[in-house]
């Protein structure tokens, strides 16, 4: 089946820990997103890439780190200095070029104590 | 600033009745909109988009949107609500290959 996977479902880290997020889609498709999830704030957009290897910031990229060495992988790593990295996080790919629509994973929900 | 605005954080209706969540965009030209939903602890399913062409857009389960540029608003509804729509939809307009997204609009159904 054709998909995005994000891994794991539920994550736990100590405070002052890094921590890497899977995403891994079959779709063939060239791009990924990186959201956060907050009660009553939407999402919000943290990372995205539109092709191999090259990847730009979105609106709250501060705290996070991303790479994109490969089309099916753009995994998230929450660094230390996110300073309240407790949330729901979200990968979705699309095609690219605008008017596409998005397809999503089924989120990874990060708490750090 | 591109934003798109859900006035209503939450929406309670009764089974069967009709549906209808708000959504309001800023953008300088036609955007591309969506709608998606989610239940809880899950992804988001693509319910309908619109990107050009005719004004109303029917989706998936029922759901339709209407697009109208002079109100710069593209409105989600369902003439008439199962106790299975309850969830969060969330409206979202893409821009220079982003999504930018709502703060969603919880639903719940009454019995």
């Known amino acids: 089946d054709g998909g995005i996977t994000q891994s794991p479902k539920y994550l736990f880290r100590k405070e002052g820990q890094n921590v890497t997020l899977s995403c891994e889609q079959n779709?063939?498709?060239?791009?990924m997103y990186w959201y956060r999830q907050d009660p009553g704030q939407g999402l919000r957009l943290i990372y995205y890439?539109?092709?191999?290897?090259?990847?730009q910031k979105g609106d709250i990229a501060e705290g996070y780190s991303v790479s994109r060495e490969k089309k099916e992988s753009f995994p998230l790593t929450v660094t230390s200095a996110q300073k309240n990295p407790t949330a729901f996080y979200l990968c979705?790919?699309?095609?690219?070029?605008?008017?596409?629509?998005?397809?999503f994973g089924q989120g990874t929900r990060l708490t750090v104590v | 600033a591109q934003s798109v605005t859900q006035p209503d954080i939450h929406i309670t209706v009764s089974e069967g009745a009709s549906l209808e969540l708000r959504c309001n965009y800023s953008?300088?030209?036609?955007?591309?909109l969506f709608w998606y939903v989610q239940s809880p602890g899950q992804g988001l399913q693509l319910l309908l988009k619109?990107?050009?062409?005719?004004?109303l857009v029917q989706g998936i389960k029922g759901f339709e949107a209407e697009f109208k540029r002079s109100q710069s608003s593209f409105n989600l509804r369902k003439p008439s609500v199962h106790w299975s729509d309850a969830a969060e939809y969330f409206c979202?307009?893409?821009?220079?290959?982003?999504?930018?997204f709502g703060a969603g609009t919880i639903l719940r159904v009454k019995s």
């Open positions: 979705a790919s699309s095609d690219g070029g605008g008017n596409t629509e998005a397809f």
């Open positions: 779709l063939n498709h060239d791009a």
């Open positions: 890439s539109q092709i191999v290897n090259d990847f």
């Open positions: 953008y300088g030209a036609t955007p591309y």
């Open positions: 619109y990107f050009s062409g005719d004004t």
């Open positions: 979202a307009m893409e821009y220079g290959n982003k999504l930018v």
